[in-house]
């Protein structure tokens, strides 16, 4: 008797376990639209529990981004945007060095992709061929220089910010100097202002005359991609795409160009602080910049970002001094900045899409460009636009802007990986030293290039 | 219940649960709105199974409630195991990029893969790591349990300590250590860190490596040691054995097993290895001239080869071709593991 009490006691707790597994399937399998899974928990800030409960109504669409730190932002003009409209908007946001491709990629195999998802270049895009919605009949394509074109021209891409390469200075040091930052524009002129300020270290209370840290584990992505692309398109006209046609096309080089490149990057070598050089990390060198221990910093505008929140402190006792940006002129007569929008949102093609549009249009008028500038500091890719972003690189940015003195950046582009996988390693080689001029550092480039792009 | 009862209620039972699964999966693939198709199967499944338990045989019953019982943890095996294993396999034969694949590529990615001297370099820092982490962890873990055998004051404290690293997870070690040589030991190497160059760098991932596991072989040492029966020592002892003769003529021969096990364990996991890897150096070094080649993936273990040659490189097919390689070298090892241990169990 006994024993069969403890049979059927055992059955079943095998019963209710076998329907404890199965329900969570349920779950998961009944509401595929924006239900996220204990699997894709691992995203940071992943809004599991918002999303749950708002599947049913299907008045909700959802948005992955890439930049973490406008998730607040983006949540607040997702709340007005419910608020007009009644359309809920789940923000999902991505970053500090999760792989939100790979990420993406495990969304669709497990039916679960987001209405509306950033994607860094042709690459990215590419990984979606087919599955995009073509945004070129929107109203807001006509307002801005910055949507994403796929090879047939349409727009597959909505630009939601500006962000600029350039050698940012600072320009309190500059201007104690003696040295006028728009005469840099030559590599001579670089030089000189580099010794001027050497030799006056002491008296301007610089530790090094610039920030360059070419650390290969965690900074790939800053010498890799971004200082790389200053070969692919310092001082080019906005469409010209020479430099870095000629990479694609296996892996190419031009080593004439590249050399004086070279030369450039020696500088920065010679003059940056060793402790930074090759083993150091990104927070040191905004610090560095923002407490006014180097006049330059080899940082795009982001840094801005992190000056005015993270380093506030350091920032304004060095005298929330003024920043702008110079180009890096590795040849005579290179006078224009880099800048491009870092990423695209594009709507994936579902039932949703027309919810999708809409936000997106609605994101780009006056109501959510409020938001977006003034509230997560984005430098608006809108021409209609007239909010400015109190970003201490703003005005250095529109300045060039309408000057016309930009170039586009076509880095996006360079085959997956070449960053981490090839590039970053070369650069803190020849920063320490083990590579030791730059005709051997450009021949090497070239070779590893030719090398990553034949694989 | 009598028979009859039973004969009428299984097959009913049986085919109302299949049916309702089958009309469940064709809701679900269909992508029909319906919620109700979750519990359908579940309710299916379970009828399927009350049905089967009551088939009406006696020959079969008992391989049936067997089958019964362990249906779960093989439907869960076959799940994340085994599908994944075929379906991984099958994809390395095709150009698939994680979304779709179009179209079968052959041997391609197999002959890709031996043609890549950073892939080559890899699999050689591999077996190099290997054999020197199977040696020192061993031997690391080996002394620090006849310490903590040694009947040392404060034994238990040291057993726990040197047990800890391995409670940490690997990542998170790896960004302590990165700190520590990058921002601590910094001042000896003078303003380099010994992980930015690929030789310290290795060594510095097999220091690592051993702080991390050594505490772990060693209480498996430890359980050997004190299994050792005490007469067996006391006996040594009374014929004038001095301490290290016991040692080597007597603990060691009675540890073989143990030994055996550690060199496994040491040697699986150290082929694994990932997660430190991935923390300190990220894969990152210089190796200037290699077959003629200057690569830049000097401290890249195989696992995170195969990891970046599908993530950060995104090509899915030709690391999914590697990681069959990679499968393929564990199994020999693990098989001869197997081997080897039957045969020493039967010699004891």
Redesign the interface.
């Known amino acids: 008797m006994k024993k069969k009490l403890l049979g059927t006691l055992l059955a079943a707790t095998l019963v209710t376990s076998l329907v404890a597994c199965g329900s969570a399937e349920t779950t998961t399998g009944a509401d595929t639209s924006a239900d996220t899974t204990a699997a894709e928990s691992q995203a940071p800030a992943a809004d599991a529990d918002t999303s749950a409960d708002s599947a049913a109504s299907g008045q909700s669409i959802r948005l992955v981004n890439g930049k973490i730190e406008v998730d607040e932002m983006l949540k607040e003009a997702a709340a007005k945007y419910q608020e007009e409209t009644g359309v809920e908007v789940i923000i999902e946001s991505m970053g500090g060095g999760i792989d939100i491709q790979g990420t993406l990629k495990g969304y669709y195999q497990a039916d679960n992709m987001p209405d509306i998802f950033v994607n860094g270049g042709d690459t990215d895009f590419a990984n979606w061929t087919g599955q995009l919605v073509d945004m070129s009949d929107q109203p807001w394509v006509s307002d801005t220089d910055a949507a994403y074109k796929d090879a047939d021209g349409k727009v597959i891409g909505f630009p939601y910010t500006t962000e600029a390469i350039g050698l940012a200075y600072n320009a309190d040091i500059l201007e104690k100097a003696g040295i006028d930052p728009a005469g840099l524009t030559s590599p001579a002129a670089m030089q000189e202002a580099f010794e001027t300020l050497d030799s006056k270290k002491d008296e301007l209370g610089l530790t090094a005359v610039i920030g360059y840290c070419a650390e290969a584990t965690n900074l790939y992505w800053s010498s890799g991609n971004h200082l790389f692309g200053i070969y692919e398109d310092g001082g080019l006209s906005r469409d010209d795409t020479t430099y870095f046609d000629l990479l694609s096309d296996g892996g190419q080089i031009d080593t004439e160009r590249f050399l004086e490149y070279a030369k450039m990057i020696q500088l920065f070598n010679q003059y940056s602080d060793p402790a930074l050089l090759v083993s150091g990390t990104y927070d040191q060198q905004i610090l560095g910049f923002a407490s006014g221990q180097y006049a330059f910093v080899t940082q795009g505008s982001w840094i801005g970002a992190t000056m005015t929140s993270d380093d506030a402190e350091q920032y304004a006792a060095a005298g929330n001094f003024k920043v702008g940006m110079a180009p890096y002129a590795f040849l005579d007569g290179i006078d224009t900045i880099m800048t491009n929008s870092p990423s695209w949102w594009a709507v994936y093609d579902n039932d949703n899409k027309d919810a999708s549009l809409a936000f997106l249009n609605w994101l780009a008028g006056d109501e959510g460009q409020k938001i977006l500038v003034k509230k997560a500091g984005f430098i608006s890719p809108f021409k209609s636009c007239s909010f400015v972003a109190d970003d201490p690189f703003a005005e250095t940015i529109t300045e060039y802007t309408a000057a016309g003195k930009t170039s586009a950046w076509h880095w996006l582009g360079n085959k997956e990986g070449l960053a981490q996988n090839a590039l970053g390693v070369v650069y803190q080689d020849y920063a320490s030293g083990a590579i030791a001029d730059p005709q051997s550092f450009t021949d090497i480039v070239a070779q590893v290039c030719a090398q990553y792009y034949g694989q | 219940m009598n028979g009859l009862g039973k004969k009428v209620l299984s097959p009913i039972l049986l085919i109302a649960g299949i049916l309702m699964m089958i009309i469940a999966l064709v809701l679900?693939f269909s992508g029909a709105e319906t919620?109700l198709?979750?519990?359908m199967?579940?309710i299916g499944?379970?009828l399927f199974f009350v049905g089967l338990y009551l088939f009406p045989t006696l020959r079969y019953h008992r391989a049936i409630v067997y089958f019964?019982?362990l249906f779960?943890l093989l439907f869960t095996f076959a799940v994340t195991v085994i599908i994944p294993l075929i379906l991984g396999i099958g994809y390395s034969f095709t150009d698939w990029?994680?979304?779709r694949y179009t179209q079968v590529v052959g041997f391609a990615n197999y002959t890709?893969m031996f043609k890549?001297p950073?892939f080559i370099w890899s699999v050689l820092i591999t077996f190099l790591f290997v054999a020197l982490n199977m040696i020192l962890v061993n031997l690391v873990g080996f002394l620090l349990a006849l310490l903590c055998t040694s009947g040392l004051r404060g034994g238990g404290f040291f057993r726990a300590s040197y047990f800890l690293p391995n409670l940490i997870g690997g990542i998170v070690l790896g960004y302590i250590w990165?700190f520590v040589f990058?921002n601590v030991l910094?001042g000896l190497t003078g303003?380099?860190?010994m992980?930015?160059?690929t030789k310290s760098a290795l060594f510095a991932i097999i220091v690592v490596y051993i702080w991390q596991y050594a505490g772990y072989i060693m209480l498996i040492y430890i359980t050997g040691l004190t299994q050792i029966p005490g007469d067996v020592l006391e006996a040594a002892k009374i014929d004038g054995a001095s301490p290290v003769q016991t040692l080597f003529q007597v603990k060691i021969p009675m540890i073989a097993s143990t030994i055996t096990i550690c060199t496994f364990l040491t040697l699986t996991s150290a082929f694994k290895q990932f997660d430190v890897n991935m923390a300190?150096?990220?894969?990152?070094?210089?190796v200037?001239n290699f077959l003629g080649?200057?690569l830049?993936?000097?401290t890249q273990m195989l696992a995170l080869n195969i990891y970046?040659t599908a993530?950060?490189?995104?090509n899915y097919a030709l690391g999914q071709a590697k990681a069959v390689l990679f499968f393929i070298i564990l199994a020999i090892v693990s098989l001869i593991q197997v081997r080897m241990s039957n045969k020493k169990e039967v010699e004891l």
Do not use: E
């Open positions: 679900d919620t198709r979750g519990p199967l579940i499944a379970v019964i019982f779960p990029t994680g979304i890709a890549d950073a990165q990058s910094i303003n380099i860190s992980i930015s160059q300190l150096t990220n894969g990152t070094g210089s200037p080649n200057y830049s993936n000097g970046n993530i950060s490189k995104n």
